[in-house]
């Protein structure tokens, strides 16, 4: 076999790098690219799409993989399980035809585009016609990889392997209801602005991001530090992972969480053990694990009291001007439970509420019980439901996110998975590592570092999810431990 | 004819966009990509190669090029010559074996990373390997194309079509000739160090280069501004032009003139005719006119009183420490003739000798009688001959510039072309526009952005290099305009 598997890596190492392309292309798109350029943007990663999709689809390469299949089991694990995950989506994308995926790229492309524009000029009719054209791609894309399971599990799959959209309304009927309650008992606190109260500089922010991320262990020889409208981490390659935050002028809150959480994922990627780089492994293995080391990162630690007694100081040398703000200032502003508007800036117990309605809208759209002209009515109605509150401007409410005019539909719900995955993770963290806060507290990441390097991150895509959580706590992912701990840190 | 030209267009539409994914990855490369992610890089540089080397050498594409070109009477005259420069291209990569391609770029890519490596830690050794491969595939791919023809003749054309070394070796002897004598008779003027007094601050230098460039028509809403080691303008697409420069940080004037530089290149590539965007004419003809853009921009205008006269003021609102200097004291650093180490920081007068100075060591190099090992003596001992100084630094020598790193042997003779058709249509413009002065000390540059637009830029590739300059001046490229306008500005 081992000729066959020589082949095969060959492929699969290319149809990594065209992967690096497509994810190169996107990231200059928010990064760096002219605004003009868009419409030849969108024929560049439709061609990268349409020679990915060939390559992937490839005859010869779907009978070198059908071959390797069948005698997997003379195959050590790690080849044997590279080939199942290569064949499981090779299984999908040779059901798409080329077409279909280079026009799909084209509209993700221009959509993004469209979505930026019309989110600063608070015109969601902009992009209206766009977002209707991406949920009828999402709906036949579903169909051409199966047409018998409903159109929603099929778009999960490609972002949590193996989960349904009967279980995600089990596990978020339950959660609603424990975090009504919870949100019913926290007491209301004063809002002091301590990190939002003066107009912010870039390129010093920038400066204190860098110092911070590297505290942490994110490595920038192999990594950087990239702008965008909206903050998301990406994998060009294994040894060029980019997190990257946006700068709101008056927000510096925004800019810090947001880097604590891209580096969470960086840290993931950055970490996955070499052996698997060459093979379909290298990768976080899941987006709800993947979530589940952004929000723990961020939440978890980046909103501790430990963390901010060692970062604040560090921050005070950037912006002397505040001075007078103290830790518990900043640990109670980041902390604080209320409603509002943006998901990427709510509380941890809110949080969710933001990722129920998105799923709940994605359904009915894909349904077609909902049309993408009424979604901003519904929109509005659902926030209410859920969260009192009703957005006044666009962006604050429909066109907040990225992620529809990327075409990523049937992602949300990965958010609130991670946010699971979270708290059962950090208990049992916290169980092991009991003096992490003193050693947050001086800057030492290492037990953090170490203990997820260790459990979860070396991994990579070895493990199905379910599996990796089962080896790292000692049981299946279970709700209670996140809600205990919204309820142990904010009721005491 | 119709269907074959719809299916020539668009394999060409696709090469383009091929080759503007090669042009990001360079860019990227120096511009964001992590120090430790070079292997992965180069692989992913060498992949595109491949893809873009079966692309256009694929045999249905050839068939089809050879069909329309036996027929291209038939055509009108600017797909006729869109297939004239495929067809003359085809002809040519067809003979290139994919394996050798895709060596070659990676080898590229790793080249250039060592040179960056080696000019830092002032280490030849560290670079050389990389270098000797270099021109090993240098000879190799020239023997690929023609065999018959001097190795240096088939690597010119690659940049100058039709430019031959018997040809430039005439020009550069008569050349030589006439730069010594002008140097003899230049008095040295005092060095006043203007632009050169104190540290400049990246952030404020680069919203001053954002002004001028955009004030002199570069546009930034199909451009972007990034920071690379060694100054370059590239094109990723027809509406993502990208100039680049870098920052010493005791050296102004060297942000200020490369990007003035690069934005006559920026200037050209963005004002070429939209007709042309989707033939293989969309580009600037030749590098000797291209560099003819650059230089005459930096040297003709960038260096004049009039530009300061608008510009000075404007940069002392960035740096408010310049304000006692006078437009004569930086117009006075600027145009100092003084033989100096580096090509890119040299005056008008003594650049020609450092490309003399490559051209010789290149033809050396390629004909076998100078090894690489022995490259840096012999540059030192040329230097001496041609400029009357001798680098300390193997920075200021052999490895300053990036070009052999990435392949381009056979490049720098360009230059001194450029200069060359820079004086002649100058020599044009200026007859014809004869308040250039008054008109760039408002900042006002609608007269020369005009005529270049209508003589040079929007002609693209349409006209073959010297059909250009007859068409611009009237006659064939005539080196004593150059030198005329070196003896008029330097001895009055």
Redesign the interface.
């Known amino acids: 076999m081992q000729k066959q598997l020589k082949e095969y890596k060959k492929t699969l190492?290319?149809l990594k790098?065209?992967e690096?392309?497509s994810a190169?292309?996107e990231w200059?798109q928010e990064?760096?690219?002219?605004?003009?350029?868009i419409?030849?943007?969108s024929?560049?990663s439709a061609?990268?799409a349409k020679?990915t999709h060939e390559k992937s689809t490839n005859k010869q390469f779907g009978d070198l993989i059908n071959e390797l299949y069948e005698n997997s089991d003379k195959l050590d694990p790690v080849e044997k399980r590279s080939i199942e995950v290569t064949k499981k989506n090779y299984d999908k994308v040779v059901k798409l035809p080329t077409e279909f995926v280079e026009e799909f790229s084209k509209l993700r492309s221009l959509a993004q585009s469209a979505w930026v524009e019309a989110k600063a000029k608070e015109n969601y009719l902009h992009f209206e016609p766009y977002l209707k054209k991406i949920i009828k791609f999402s709906r036949d894309y579903a169909r051409y990889i199966d047409k018998k399971k409903p159109i929603y599990d099929v778009l999960l799959d490609d972002y949590e392997e193996g989960m349904t959209t009967t279980k995600l309304q089990e596990v978020f009927s339950d959660l609603k209801i424990e975090l009504i309650e919870l949100l019913s008992k926290i007491p209301t606190k004063e809002n002091k602005k301590s990190l939002s109260s003066q107009v912010f500089d870039k390129?010093i922010t920038r400066k204190f991001l860098l110092e911070m991320t590297k505290q942490i262990g994110f490595d920038?020889?192999?990594?950087?530090l990239?702008e965008v409208h909206h903050p998301f981490e990406t994998s060009?390659?294994?040894?060029?992972i980019?997190i990257n935050v946006s700068y709101p002028e008056k927000y510096l809150a925004y800019s810090i969480t947001a880097a604590i959480h891209e580096a969470g994922h960086g840290l993931y990627e950055q970490n996955v053990d070499k052996k698997y780089h060459e093979t379909a492994l290298g990768h976080g293995v899941s987006l709800g694990i993947h979530e589940s080391q952004s929000r723990l990162l961020e939440n978890m630690i980046g909103r501790s009291e430990a963390f901010w007694k060692f970062f604040l100081p560090k921050l005070k040398k950037y912006y002397p001007s505040l001075d007078k703000i103290k830790v518990e200032d900043v640990v109670g502003d980041l902390n604080r439970v209320t409603s509002s508007f943006i998901r990427t800036e709510a509380d941890e117990v809110t949080y969710n509420m933001h990722i129920i309605l998105r799923f709940e809208l994605e359904l009915l759209l894909l349904d077609e019980e909902l049309s993408t002209k009424d979604l901003p009515e519904e929109w509005d109605k659902m926030m209410h439901e859920l969260l009192g509150i009703k957005p006044k401007k666009i962006s604050k409410g429909v066109l907040q996110d990225v992620h529809w005019s990327i075409g990523a539909v049937g992602y949300f719900p990965t958010y609130a998975l991670g946010n699971l995955n979270a708290g059962q993770l950090w208990n049992k963290f916290i169980s092991e590592n009991k003096k992490w806060e003193s050693e947050v507290a001086k800057g030492d990441f290492t037990s953090y570092f170490n203990w997820f390097k260790e459990n979860i991150w070396r991994h990579g895509g070895y493990y199905k999810p379910r599996d990796l959580m089962i080896k790292a706590t000692g049981e299946d992912l279970n709700a209670k431990y996140f809600v205990e701990y919204l309820n142990k840190k904010y009721l005491g």
Chains 1, 2 share one sequence.
């Open positions: 190492m290319e790098r065209l690096g392309i190169l292309l200059d990064n760096q690219m002219p605004a003009k350029s419409k030849s943007r024929e560049t061609l990268i020679i390129d920038y020889e192999r990594g950087a990239g060009i390659t294994e040894d060029d980019r």
